[in-house]
T-cell receptor, first 115, second 113 residues
Framework: ETGVTQTPRHLVMGMTNKKSLKCEQHLGHNAMYWYKQSAKKPLELMFVYNFKEQTENNSVPSRFSPECPNSSHLFLHLHTLQPEDSALYLC??????????????FGEGSWLTVV | AQSVSQHNHHVILSEAASLELGCNYSYGGTVNLFWYVQYPGQHLQLLLKYFSGDPLVKGIKGFEAEFIKSKFSFNLRKPSVQWSDTAEYFC???????????FGTGTRLKVLA
């Protein structure tokens, strides 16, 4: 049990589909993150939210649309994705951002395959 | 650009062998450094972290890492590995006061029983 729960764990979608990834954290944290993990590449930071406000959009294409309705929930809405978007999408949370010693805690990830 | 380098992509060891995984970062200034582990089929878990104080940091499961500022390094060590240490290990860094955690590409460790 990580304290950060992601659903679905596996998703296969066509390039014209619209789907969403969901993340929920039970750790009382205020910051939430989306990362993309592809084979042989470093984890790529996509989005950061702090107290529900987006503080980072790391040049992510608009076909990925995040939503953070409250500090415990984070969504990643997916629309007209490309096959190269197939990857493991990781949600993470931390107490806050910018604090020394701050540790981020990861969920188990959502495996996305775009066909 | 800020980056974290892990030079060993795949490491194979026998049980009881000693382990050292390299990690170098390219930041200037004060950094916080982390090692995460990902066991097969599981989530990324924190092994240890450094943000101030003693540069030799001890983590869970007998792991330790040493921060050497002059070498921009934060190598992970374990004196005697076990089969259960088979996993992928990620080094990460974040500049103090910021939130952009930068990860290395990971090192896959396989320990032979």
């Amino acid at each position: 049990e990580t304290g950060v729960t992601q659903t679905p764990r596996h998703l296969v979608m066509g390039m014209t589909n619209k789907k969403s990834l969901k993340c929920e954290q039970h750790l009382g944290h205020n910051a939430m993150y989306w990362y993309k993990q592809s084979a042989k590449k470093p984890l790529e930071l996509m989005f950061v939210y702090n107290f529900k406000e987006q503080t980072e959009n790391n040049s992510v294409p608009s076909r990925f649309s995040p939503e953070c309705p409250n500090s415990s929930h984070l969504f990643l809405h997916l629309h007209t994705l490309q096959p190269e978007d197939s990857a493991l999408y990781l949600c993470a949370s931390s107490h806050s951002i910018g604090q020394d010693g701050n540790t981020i805690y990861f969920g188990e990830g959502s495996w996305l395959t775009v066909v | 650009a800020q980056s974290v380098s892990q030079h060993n992509h795949h490491v194979i060891l026998s049980e009881a062998a000693s382990l050292e995984l390299g990690c170098n970062y390219s930041y200037g200034g004060t950094v916080n450094l982390f090692w995460y582990v990902q066991y097969p089929g599981q989530h990324l878990q924190l092994l240890l972290k450094y943000f101030s104080g003693d540069p030799l940091v001890k983590g869970i499961k007998g792991f330790e890492a040493e921060f050497i500022k002059s070498k921009f390094s934060f190598n992970l060590r374990k004196p005697s590995v076990q089969w259960s240490d088979t996993a992928e290990y990620f080094c990460a860094a974040v500049r103090s006061g910021t939130y952009k955690y930068i990860f290395g590409t990971g090192t896959r460790l396989k320990v032979l029983a």
